[in-house]
């Protein structure tokens, strides 16, 4: 990722405060098109409130800019190009599957209704069924039917599977990979489930009580965080080298290091690329560990 590369969004300084408390702690970001970018977090992380500044819900101290707008200023301007997905429970249960699709319809000029009915097809997803009477499953084919029928430069999905279990979580992701992603969108996913959506992520970012702890590639995870598995002689040697994380599974020592070259890596033990939920459990322990010596 260069800063040649055209931007999705961007933002410098951005910070927020309801009150005393600071959510937004003076983050940048830069995402550019054709990007699948994970946002994980813990609750209170400032997730919630970074979507809400991506998506004009709320003004920020600092510079935001997506597709070139303010997002608060120009927010009916840019949902024209903008789709968000909250949660499979925010569709209007009254409806039903037909009525939303006309709904749909009349608010979003780049809603294109035959499109999403195509997704259907072939489903248990009937037009003329309630929407309060599907499954839980059922309801996110609808409302993934929908999203994908928007012609959207940028979507952003909130825990769009929360609740669903695994079977359609995977069939969720994997219908909006293959049918809908391009180049020319971008995809912001924030989850709890980081393992299952990993091998999609293009980059991460990690945020932690309203700071954004690492943002990368994930191809590039690899290249600067290492987890090994010590060999119990070689402890005293691994542990000199600062590992980020440290931890016992099963008997064994297991550490996570940061910009520490693989061939001091590879006599330790069995050297890895951590997971992003390892990475994040390490990067997580380290800024508690610093808050607690500050």
């Given at each position: 990722m260069t800063a040649e590369a055209p931007a999705i969004a961007t933002a410098r300084g951005l910070t927020k405060r309801y009150g005393q408390?600071?959510?937004?702690?003076d983050i940048d970001f830069h995402i550019p098109s054709g990007r699948i970018y994970g946002l994980v977090g813990h609750n209170g992380a400032g997730k919630t409130t970074t979507l809400n500044a991506l998506l004009g819900l709320t003004d920020c101290g600092g510079q935001i800019e997506v597709l070139g707008l303010d997002p608060f200023k120009?927010?009916?301007?840019?949902m024209n190009d903008v789709a968000f997905v909250?949660?499979?429970?925010?569709?209007?249960?009254?409806?039903?599957?037909?009525?939303?699709?006309?709904?749909?319809?009349?608010?979003?000029?780049?809603?294109?209704?035959?499109r999403a009915q195509s997704f259907l097809d072939g489903t248990?997803?009937?037009?003329?069924l309630k929407i309060k009477t599907l499954s839980k499953g059922m309801i996110a084919q609808l409302?993934?039917?929908?999203?994908?029928?928007?012609?959207?430069r940028l979507l952003v999905l909130d825990e769009p599977t929360l609740g669903l279990d695994i079977i359609y979580r995977k069939r969720f992701y994997k219908r909006l990979i293959e049918d809908y992603m391009t180049e020319h969108r971008t995809?912001?996913?924030?989850?709890?489930?980081?393992?299952?959506?990993?091998?999609?992520?293009?980059?991460?970012?990690?945020?932690?009580?309203?700071?954004?702890?690492?943002?990368?590639?994930?191809?590039?995870?690899?290249q600067i965080f290492a987890q090994v598995?010590?060999?119990?002689?070689k402890t005293e040697e691994a542990q000199a080298l600062m590992p980020i994380y440290s931890e016992s599974?099963?008997?064994?020592?297991?550490?996570?290091?940061e910009h520490i070259p693989s061939e001091k890596l590879v006599p330790l033990g069995e050297v890895s690329t951590p997971s992003l939920s390892d990475l994040f459990v390490a990067l997580m322990q380290r800024d508690e560990d610093a808050k607690g010596e500050s």
């Open positions: 408390k600071t959510v937004l702690r120009n927010r009916s301007r840019l909250s949660d499979v429970a925010s569709l209007p249960r009254f409806l039903k599957v037909r009525e939303l699709l006309d709904l749909v319809s009349d608010i979003h000029p780049k809603f294109d209704r035959n248990d997803v009937l037009p003329g409302h993934l039917a929908v999203v994908m029928a928007i012609d959207a995809l912001l996913i924030t989850t709890h489930q980081v393992d299952e959506i990993e091998s999609l992520l293009t980059d991460v970012m990690f945020m932690r009580d309203g700071r954004i702890v690492l943002d990368a590639p994930t191809e590039q995870i690899g598995i010590v060999e119990k002689d599974r099963f008997g064994q020592s297991v550490m996570v290091f």
